[in-house]
Protein backbone atom coordinates (compact mmCIF):
# COMPACT_ATOMS: atom_id res chain seq x y z
CA UNK A 1 0.00 0.00 0.00
CA UNK A 2 1.35 3.26 -0.93
CA UNK A 3 1.60 5.18 1.76
CA UNK A 4 3.75 8.29 3.61
CA UNK A 5 5.99 6.96 5.95
CA UNK A 6 5.33 3.54 5.19
CA UNK A 7 8.47 2.01 6.69
CA UNK A 8 7.79 -1.61 4.89
CA UNK A 9 11.28 -1.68 3.10
CA UNK A 10 12.83 -0.66 5.28
CA UNK A 11 12.00 -2.56 8.34
CA UNK A 12 15.03 -5.30 8.31
CA UNK A 13 17.33 -2.54 8.77
CA UNK A 14 15.35 -1.12 11.34
CA UNK A 15 15.35 -4.24 13.31
CA UNK A 16 18.77 -4.69 12.81
CA UNK A 17 19.74 -1.44 14.52
CA UNK A 18 17.43 -2.31 17.35
CA UNK A 19 19.11 -5.69 17.64
CA UNK A 20 22.74 -4.05 17.57
CA UNK A 21 21.90 -1.89 20.81
CA UNK A 22 20.19 -4.64 22.78
CA UNK A 23 16.69 -3.30 22.57
CA UNK A 24 14.25 -6.34 22.47
CA UNK A 25 10.92 -7.90 24.95
CA UNK A 26 8.06 -9.27 23.96
CA UNK A 27 5.70 -6.60 23.98
CA UNK A 28 5.62 -3.94 21.09
CA UNK A 29 2.68 -0.87 20.98
CA UNK A 30 2.84 0.34 17.38
CA UNK A 31 1.35 4.02 18.77
CA UNK A 32 0.93 5.59 14.60
CA UNK A 33 -0.15 2.10 13.28
CA UNK A 34 -0.89 4.01 9.70
CA UNK A 35 -0.64 0.43 7.59
CA UNK A 36 0.41 -1.72 10.36
CA UNK A 37 3.57 -2.96 8.96
CA UNK A 38 5.32 -2.36 11.27
CA UNK A 39 3.34 -4.05 13.68
CA UNK A 40 2.87 -7.04 11.18
CA UNK A 41 6.87 -7.24 11.07
CA UNK A 42 6.82 -7.26 14.47
CA UNK A 43 4.24 -9.78 14.87
CA UNK A 44 6.11 -12.12 12.37
CA UNK A 45 8.99 -11.71 15.47
CA UNK A 46 6.55 -13.39 18.16
CA UNK A 47 6.36 -9.95 19.95
CA UNK A 48 2.58 -8.91 21.20
CA UNK A 49 1.47 -6.37 19.77
CA UNK A 50 -0.63 -3.39 20.57
CA UNK A 51 -1.31 -1.01 17.99
CA UNK A 52 -3.58 2.62 17.62
CA UNK A 53 -4.55 4.57 14.92
CA UNK A 54 -7.01 7.72 14.40
CA UNK A 55 -8.06 6.41 11.38
CA UNK A 56 -11.09 4.02 10.70
CA UNK A 57 -8.98 2.60 7.45
CA UNK A 58 -6.12 1.91 9.34
CA UNK A 59 -8.33 0.39 12.52
CA UNK A 60 -9.75 -2.11 9.49
CA UNK A 61 -5.96 -3.08 8.74
CA UNK A 62 -4.93 -3.66 12.38
CA UNK A 63 -8.02 -5.87 13.05
CA UNK A 64 -7.18 -7.74 10.01
CA UNK A 65 -3.26 -7.96 10.47
CA UNK A 66 -2.46 -7.66 14.05
CA UNK A 67 -5.36 -8.43 16.41
CA UNK A 68 -6.45 -11.57 13.85
CA UNK A 69 -4.41 -14.44 14.04
CA UNK A 70 -5.88 -17.34 11.70
CA UNK A 71 -7.92 -17.45 8.18
CA UNK A 72 -10.95 -16.69 7.89
CA UNK A 73 -13.13 -20.54 7.44
CA UNK A 74 -15.99 -18.06 6.19
CA UNK A 75 -18.51 -21.09 7.97
CA UNK A 76 -21.65 -19.54 7.30
CA UNK A 77 -21.27 -17.89 3.89
CA UNK A 78 -18.94 -20.32 1.74
CA UNK A 79 -21.97 -22.82 1.26
CA UNK A 80 -24.37 -19.55 -0.58
CA UNK A 81 -21.30 -18.92 -2.92
CA UNK A 82 -22.04 -20.65 -6.19
CA UNK A 83 -19.57 -23.20 -6.47
CA UNK A 84 -20.22 -24.31 -10.24
CA UNK A 85 -18.79 -21.36 -11.54
CA UNK A 86 -16.48 -20.17 -8.90
CA UNK A 87 -15.68 -23.07 -6.68
CA UNK A 88 -11.80 -24.35 -7.13
CA UNK A 89 -10.54 -27.23 -5.40
CA UNK A 90 -7.49 -25.31 -4.37
CA UNK A 91 -8.71 -22.20 -3.36
CA UNK A 92 -8.94 -21.49 -0.26
CA UNK A 93 -12.52 -20.04 1.74
CA UNK A 94 -10.61 -16.41 1.73
CA UNK A 95 -9.74 -16.84 -2.07
CA UNK A 96 -13.49 -18.25 -2.91
CA UNK A 97 -15.42 -15.07 -1.64
CA UNK A 98 -12.76 -12.94 -2.84
CA UNK A 99 -13.21 -14.45 -6.30
CA UNK A 100 -16.75 -14.10 -6.06
CA UNK A 101 -16.87 -10.50 -5.12
CA UNK A 102 -15.04 -9.73 -8.19
CA UNK A 103 -17.19 -11.78 -10.22
CA UNK A 104 -20.28 -8.87 -9.26
CA UNK A 105 -21.23 -6.46 -11.32
CA UNK A 106 -20.92 -3.06 -10.73
CA UNK A 107 -23.45 -0.75 -8.81
CA UNK A 108 -24.04 3.05 -8.84
CA UNK A 109 -23.04 3.76 -5.44
CA UNK A 110 -21.41 6.27 -3.34
CA UNK A 111 -17.78 5.80 -5.19
CA UNK A 112 -19.26 5.82 -8.47
CA UNK A 113 -21.02 8.92 -7.96
CA UNK A 114 -18.19 11.13 -6.60
CA UNK A 115 -15.20 9.96 -7.78
CA UNK A 116 -15.44 8.65 -11.28
CA UNK A 117 -16.06 10.83 -14.17
CA UNK A 118 -19.25 10.37 -15.29
CA UNK A 119 -20.59 10.12 -11.66
CA UNK A 120 -19.37 13.43 -10.98
CA UNK A 121 -20.13 14.78 -14.89
CA UNK A 122 -22.20 17.64 -13.44
CA UNK A 123 -19.65 19.16 -11.75
CA UNK A 124 -17.43 22.16 -13.06
CA UNK A 125 -14.35 19.65 -12.62
CA UNK A 126 -15.33 16.01 -13.53
CA UNK A 127 -12.92 13.67 -10.60
CA UNK A 128 -10.99 11.71 -12.09
CA UNK A 129 -9.97 9.19 -9.04
CA UNK A 130 -11.35 6.18 -10.56
CA UNK A 131 -12.56 4.99 -14.08
CA UNK A 132 -16.71 4.10 -14.11
CA UNK A 133 -16.06 0.65 -14.01
CA UNK A 134 -13.47 0.34 -11.47
CA UNK A 135 -15.77 2.77 -9.29
CA UNK A 136 -18.84 0.46 -9.84
CA UNK A 137 -16.82 -2.37 -8.71
CA UNK A 138 -15.94 -1.12 -5.70
CA UNK A 139 -19.29 0.22 -4.82
CA UNK A 140 -20.61 -3.14 -5.78
CA UNK A 141 -17.63 -4.97 -3.36
CA UNK A 142 -18.40 -2.59 -0.79
CA UNK A 143 -22.07 -3.06 -0.27
CA UNK A 144 -22.13 -6.67 -0.79
CA UNK A 145 -18.97 -7.12 2.46
CA UNK A 146 -21.29 -4.91 3.92
CA UNK A 147 -24.44 -7.00 3.48
CA UNK A 148 -23.14 -9.64 4.95
CA UNK A 149 -22.58 -8.28 8.32
CA UNK A 150 -25.65 -7.20 8.56
CA UNK A 151 -27.30 -10.71 7.46
CA UNK A 152 -24.49 -12.47 10.22
CA UNK A 153 -23.05 -14.11 7.57
CA UNK A 154 -19.82 -13.15 8.37
CA UNK A 155 -17.69 -12.81 11.68
CA UNK A 156 -16.42 -9.18 12.84
CA UNK A 157 -12.99 -10.80 11.74
CA UNK A 158 -13.92 -11.85 8.57
CA UNK A 159 -15.75 -8.28 7.82
CA UNK A 160 -12.30 -6.50 8.79
CA UNK A 161 -10.46 -9.18 6.84
CA UNK A 162 -12.52 -8.49 3.57
CA UNK A 163 -12.56 -4.49 3.84
CA UNK A 164 -8.58 -5.07 4.51
CA UNK A 165 -8.00 -6.43 0.75
CA UNK A 166 -10.51 -4.02 -0.28
CA UNK A 167 -8.51 -1.15 1.17
CA UNK A 168 -5.21 -3.00 -0.17
CA UNK A 169 -6.43 -3.31 -3.94
CA UNK A 170 -7.61 0.44 -4.35
CA UNK A 171 -4.13 2.02 -4.78
CA UNK A 172 -3.03 -0.63 -7.85
CA UNK A 173 -6.19 1.31 -9.89
CA UNK A 174 -6.32 4.74 -8.31
CA UNK A 175 -5.31 7.54 -10.62
CA UNK A 176 -2.86 9.42 -8.25
CA UNK A 177 0.52 10.24 -7.43
CA UNK A 178 0.68 8.28 -3.86
CA UNK A 179 -1.63 10.29 -1.72
CA UNK A 180 -5.66 10.68 -2.57
CA UNK A 181 -5.45 15.24 -1.82
CA UNK A 182 -5.58 15.02 -5.85
CA UNK A 183 -5.92 13.36 -8.35
CA UNK A 184 -4.16 12.88 -11.97
CA UNK A 185 -5.87 15.52 -15.05
CA UNK A 186 -4.73 12.27 -17.45
CA UNK A 187 -5.23 9.00 -16.90
CA UNK A 188 -2.21 6.61 -15.28
CA UNK A 189 -2.05 3.13 -17.07
CA UNK A 190 -2.62 1.09 -13.84
CA UNK A 191 -5.99 3.35 -13.22
CA UNK A 192 -7.17 1.74 -16.67
CA UNK A 193 -6.92 -1.76 -15.53
CA UNK A 194 -10.25 -3.63 -14.74
CA UNK A 195 -10.23 -3.72 -10.67
CA UNK A 196 -9.72 -6.72 -9.16
CA UNK A 197 -9.12 -7.95 -5.34
CA UNK A 198 -6.95 -9.23 -4.11
CA UNK A 199 -6.32 -11.39 -1.06
CA UNK A 200 -4.04 -10.63 2.40
CA UNK A 201 -1.71 -12.95 4.12
CA UNK A 202 -2.14 -13.42 7.87
CA UNK A 203 0.58 -13.92 10.05
CA UNK A 204 0.04 -15.97 13.66
CA UNK A 205 1.79 -15.08 16.59
CA UNK A 206 0.00 -17.14 18.56
CA UNK A 207 -0.93 -13.74 21.03
CA UNK A 208 -3.57 -12.08 21.93
CA UNK A 209 -3.18 -8.30 20.13
CA UNK A 210 -5.15 -5.68 20.49
CA UNK A 211 -6.15 -2.51 18.53
CA UNK A 212 -7.42 0.34 18.86
CA UNK A 213 -9.64 3.15 16.71
CA UNK A 214 -8.11 6.14 18.56
CA UNK A 215 -5.77 8.61 19.75
CA UNK A 216 -2.78 6.97 21.31
CA UNK A 217 -2.12 10.14 23.67
CA UNK A 218 -5.48 8.64 25.20
CA UNK A 219 -3.55 5.73 25.55
CA UNK A 220 -0.60 6.43 27.83
CA UNK A 221 -1.76 4.86 30.35
CA UNK A 222 -3.37 1.70 29.64
CA UNK A 223 -0.51 -0.08 27.81
CA UNK A 224 2.96 -0.84 29.61
CA UNK A 225 5.40 -2.50 26.68
CA UNK A 226 8.64 -3.38 26.34
CA UNK A 227 9.24 -1.21 23.28
CA UNK A 228 6.91 2.11 22.54
CA UNK A 229 7.71 3.02 18.63
CA UNK A 230 6.78 6.07 17.65
CA UNK A 231 6.57 6.84 13.92
CA UNK A 232 4.87 9.91 13.71
CA UNK A 233 3.65 12.92 10.70
CA UNK A 234 7.13 14.19 10.05
CA UNK A 235 5.88 17.73 7.87
CA UNK A 236 2.54 19.93 8.16
CA UNK A 237 0.53 17.66 5.73
CA UNK A 238 -2.17 15.82 7.34
CA UNK A 239 -2.89 12.25 6.93
CA UNK A 240 -6.67 12.58 6.76
CA UNK A 241 -7.24 14.75 3.87
CA UNK A 242 -3.82 12.38 2.09
CA UNK A 243 -6.35 9.29 2.11
CA UNK A 244 -9.73 10.27 2.42
CA UNK A 245 -11.17 8.46 -0.42
CA UNK A 246 -9.88 4.96 1.41
CA UNK A 247 -11.43 6.38 4.75
CA UNK A 248 -14.41 7.04 3.07
CA UNK A 249 -14.69 3.60 1.66
CA UNK A 250 -13.46 1.98 5.05
CA UNK A 251 -16.44 3.41 6.46
CA UNK A 252 -18.61 3.63 3.67
CA UNK A 253 -20.85 6.23 5.48
CA UNK A 254 -21.96 8.70 2.71
CA UNK A 255 -20.03 12.39 3.90
CA UNK A 256 -20.93 15.59 2.97
CA UNK A 257 -17.99 16.38 0.32
CA UNK A 258 -16.64 19.72 -0.41
CA UNK A 259 -14.30 21.05 -2.70
CA UNK A 260 -12.39 19.51 -6.44
CA UNK A 261 -11.53 16.37 -4.63
CA UNK A 262 -14.62 15.55 -2.53
CA UNK A 263 -12.72 15.64 0.55
CA UNK A 264 -14.58 14.74 3.67
CA UNK A 265 -14.23 16.39 7.07
CA UNK A 266 -11.37 14.99 9.37
CA UNK A 267 -11.08 18.02 11.80
CA UNK A 268 -11.22 15.26 14.48
CA UNK A 269 -8.29 13.38 12.99
CA UNK A 270 -6.15 16.02 12.87
CA UNK A 271 -1.98 14.84 14.42
CA UNK A 272 -0.66 17.46 16.82
CA UNK A 273 2.79 16.13 15.15
CA UNK A 274 2.09 18.12 12.27
CA UNK A 275 3.29 21.31 14.28
CA UNK A 276 6.43 21.52 15.29
CA UNK A 277 5.79 23.31 18.64
CA UNK A 278 2.61 20.80 19.61
CA UNK A 279 4.68 17.58 17.90
CA UNK A 280 7.18 18.41 20.76
CA UNK A 281 4.96 19.21 23.68
CA UNK A 282 3.08 15.55 23.01
CA UNK A 283 6.23 13.91 22.57
CA UNK A 284 7.39 15.08 25.32
CA UNK A 285 4.42 13.88 27.04
CA UNK A 286 4.78 10.54 25.59
CA UNK A 287 8.14 10.16 27.21
CA UNK A 288 7.30 11.04 30.69
CA UNK A 289 4.03 9.45 31.27
CA UNK A 290 4.04 6.45 28.96
CA UNK A 291 4.97 2.99 29.86
CA UNK A 292 7.40 1.71 28.23
CA UNK A 293 10.96 -0.11 28.80
CA UNK A 294 12.32 1.66 25.48
CA UNK A 295 11.05 4.29 23.68
CA UNK A 296 11.80 4.37 19.66
CA UNK A 297 11.08 7.46 17.79
CA UNK A 298 11.12 6.73 13.75
CA UNK A 299 11.58 9.88 12.27
CA UNK A 300 12.58 11.65 8.96
CA UNK A 301 16.10 13.97 8.71
CA UNK A 302 14.22 16.78 7.12
CA UNK A 303 11.47 16.71 10.17
CA UNK A 304 9.68 19.36 11.54
CA UNK A 305 11.12 18.94 14.66
CA UNK A 306 14.98 19.91 14.81
CA UNK A 307 16.49 16.79 15.69
CA UNK A 308 18.86 18.75 18.84
CA UNK A 309 15.62 19.73 20.08
CA UNK A 310 14.26 15.64 19.91
CA UNK A 311 17.58 14.43 21.65
CA UNK A 312 16.94 17.25 24.24
CA UNK A 313 13.12 16.51 25.16
CA UNK A 314 14.36 13.10 25.56
CA UNK A 315 17.08 12.88 27.62
CA UNK A 316 15.13 13.98 30.30
CA UNK A 317 13.49 10.49 30.97
CA UNK A 318 17.06 8.53 30.02
CA UNK A 319 19.80 7.70 28.04
CA UNK A 320 19.57 8.50 24.29
CA UNK A 321 20.83 7.14 21.12
CA UNK A 322 20.36 8.81 17.64
CA UNK A 323 21.03 6.00 15.09
CA UNK A 324 20.34 6.81 10.83
CA UNK A 325 20.81 5.70 7.38
CA UNK A 326 20.04 6.51 3.97
CA UNK A 327 16.90 5.39 1.98
CA UNK A 328 14.98 6.40 -1.32
CA UNK A 329 12.53 9.14 -0.24
CA UNK A 330 8.87 8.87 -0.63
CA UNK A 331 7.71 10.15 -4.85
CA UNK A 332 4.94 11.64 -3.52
CA UNK A 333 6.83 13.93 -1.01
CA UNK A 334 9.84 14.83 -4.12
CA UNK A 335 7.98 18.44 -3.81
CA UNK A 336 10.18 18.90 -6.76
CA UNK A 337 13.37 17.47 -5.61
CA UNK A 338 13.36 14.58 -7.63
CA UNK A 339 16.22 14.99 -9.61
CA UNK A 340 18.70 16.81 -7.66
CA UNK A 341 17.69 14.79 -3.95
CA UNK A 342 16.54 11.58 -4.35
CA UNK A 343 17.67 10.19 -0.96
CA UNK A 344 16.72 11.16 2.80
CA UNK A 345 17.81 9.86 6.39
CA UNK A 346 15.73 7.53 8.65
CA UNK A 347 16.68 8.72 12.10
CA UNK A 348 16.17 6.29 15.05
CA UNK A 349 16.16 7.91 18.27
CA UNK A 350 16.31 5.14 20.80
CA UNK A 351 15.28 5.81 24.77
CA UNK A 352 16.05 3.77 27.29
CA UNK A 353 14.38 4.60 30.61
Known amino acids: MRYIG ?35 FFKGKKYQIFSSDILYLSYCLQK ?17 IPKKEFYNLFETPLET ?28 RQRMYFIDENGKKIDAIRLKIEEWKHKNLISEN ?29 WDPRALKPLTMRTIQIINNNQKNIVYNDDSMNLLDKIDVDILYLDPP ?41 NPNTALEDLNTIAKKAKYKNLVLSYNSEGIMPSETIIKTLKQYGSVK ?22 VYEQLYILKR
Open 6 to 40: NKENILDRIYLILQENKISGKTFFDFFSGTANVGK
Open 64 to 80: AYIENNEYPKFDKLIDL
Open 97 to 124: VVSYLNSLNGLEGFIYNNYTPSGTVNLP
Open 158 to 186: EYFILLACLIETIGFYSNVAGVYAAFHKS
Open 234 to 274: YNERQYAPNYHILETIAKYDEPKLRGVTGMRDYAGQKSRFC
Open 322 to 343: LEQFEYTRFKSNNNGLARTKRT
